[in-house]
């Protein structure tokens, strides 16, 4: 195994592209919403052993797992959890499906296989243009899509490894009978050893019924892995890609949503992103004011979670890690953007309070509503502690600023009232 790194990658991936060798691309359970959700541990929060909010997001996406695999669950009471509505609106297309969307549209990848059971890449591959049968084939366990057929016919082809919600066949926990009763499926799977091939956000304890389908692999073929976290030493996968002389990307490069961006960036020259848009019963637009999301590294968590469900109802926010650019001037760039949103949306917390940057954006924002005569700053509470602080930027917020309430952002339906209030005081 050696390190590698995007640039080179992008390189041999437009040499390949002339030649017209397409890469298989195979995504593992951290790539792809399931692993973002944070409605599951909603779902599931009350059968764990510990707060799944305490814990890492790969802990608790861990946690998740177990608590799945407990006999105590029936199939039907997993497609009660997993087919929720809840579920199935937060698990949607973002930033890096799209850039999966727009290589794969370039002839980059295939075919892709995924482990996903939801519609986020079909959804990515419809917003860029392509058309399902006629541009893209939906290869579903017994479904009888042969991904090589389909490859010579020019056809993309999505494999979906465990099936999917939508088409009520899916299974996950139960991996490896189903690979035994899917022969076709396991045989589309043993054929990437003959693709050079990317490996993406294989998760050890999710994907372990499928790392071992995947070797050996051919020896004059190239296996790229890119992954956030080295694989354990002396597992299964570990063995694999060392007998395959595979190239790694690890690390802050290697996670899955930075990987794709920058691959994007570096073969196409921009990173495409998808703003969502909210139409009335009288179909007449809903109108709401943008927003700067200023927030503690520490908070990212909810962040995250108001950024997705905020661009969910077509408002347009400025989130610093989906929006900024490699190369950019951080300082400069976050003040352009204050000055060019409608609104900074200010998490307080703890965190916040003692740093820095939200500090020195919380100034900013309003020195521009002194300059522009009208209110910018929007407060919102996570915890106490902004009324209790002694920190004089802080204090002056909290006596002259209706905070709005986030206290109890970790129970979904205190939550879903305060977004709901955020929702409406934001409609322009």
Request: aromatic share 10%; net charge negative; with cysteine.
């Amino acid at each position: 195994m050696e390190t590698f790194n995007i640039a080179r990658m992008a390189t041999i991936l437009k040499m390949r592209k002339r030649t017209q060798t397409p890469t298989a691309l195979f995504l593992g359970a951290k790539a792809g919403g399931l692993f973002r959700s944070l409605q599951l541990s909603d779902e599931l929060r009350f059968f764990g052993p510990s707060d799944l909010y305490s814990l890492t997001p790969l802990e608790r996406y861990h946690e998740c797992y177990q608590i799945l695999s407990d006999p105590i669950f029936s199939p039907q009471d997993i497609n009660h959890i997993l087919a929720s509505k809840a579920l199935l609106q937060e698990i949607r297309a973002e930033t890096p499906e799209l850039c999966i969307a727009e290589l794969l549209k370039q002839g980059i990848f295939n075919p892709i296989l995924s482990v996903s059971l939801y519609g986020e890449f079909e959804e990515a591959l419809q917003q860029v243009g392509m058309k399902e049968v006629l541009d893209f084939v939906v290869a579903r366990p017994n479904s009888g899509a042969s991904a090589l057929r389909l490859q010579k016919n020019n056809l993309f082809t999505l494999i979906k490894v465990f099936g999917d919600i939508a088409s009520g066949n899916y299974n996950v926990t139960r991996r490896v009978s189903h690979l035994d009763d899917n022969q076709s499926l396991r045989d589309e799977i043993r054929n990437l050893r003959d693709f050079n091939i990317l490996i993406v956000g294989i998760d050890q304890i999710w994907d372990r019924h499928i790392i071992h389908e995947l070797l050996p692999h051919s020896d004059n073929r190239s296996v790229w892995y890119v992954n956030d976290e080295e694989p354990a030493n002396g597992s299964a996968l570990s063995d694999y890609l060392k007998n395959a002389n595979a190239q790694l990307i690890l690390g802050d490069d290697g996670h899955y949503e930075n990987f794709f961006r920058s691959l994007s960036w570096h073969m196409t020259g921009a990173v495409p992103t998808y703003q969502a848009t909210v139409i009335t019963e009288t179909m007449q637009p809903v109108q709401y004011y943008s927003c700067f999301i200023s927030y503690s590294s520490k908070d990212e968590m909810l962040a995250r979670r108001l950024y997705d469900d905020l661009q969910n109802q077509g408002v347009h926010c400025w989130f610093a890690p989906k929006d900024m650019k490699i190369g950019d001037k951080i300082r400069s760039r976050i003040d352009d953007e204050i000055l060019s949103q409608d609104k900074l949306l200010l998490l307080l917390s703890e965190h916040s309070i003692k740093s820095t940057w939200v500090e020195a954006e919380v100034e900013a924002a309003l020195e521009k509503e002194q300059l522009q005569k009208r209110g910018v700053l929007f407060p919102i509470r996570l915890d106490e502690r902004v009324m209790q602080t002694k920190e004089a930027w802080a204090a002056h917020l909290r006596r002259t600023r209706n905070i709005g309430d986030f206290t109890r952002w970790t129970d979904s339906q205190a939550y879903q009232q305060a977004f709901n209030r955020l929702l409406q005081d934001l409609k322009a």
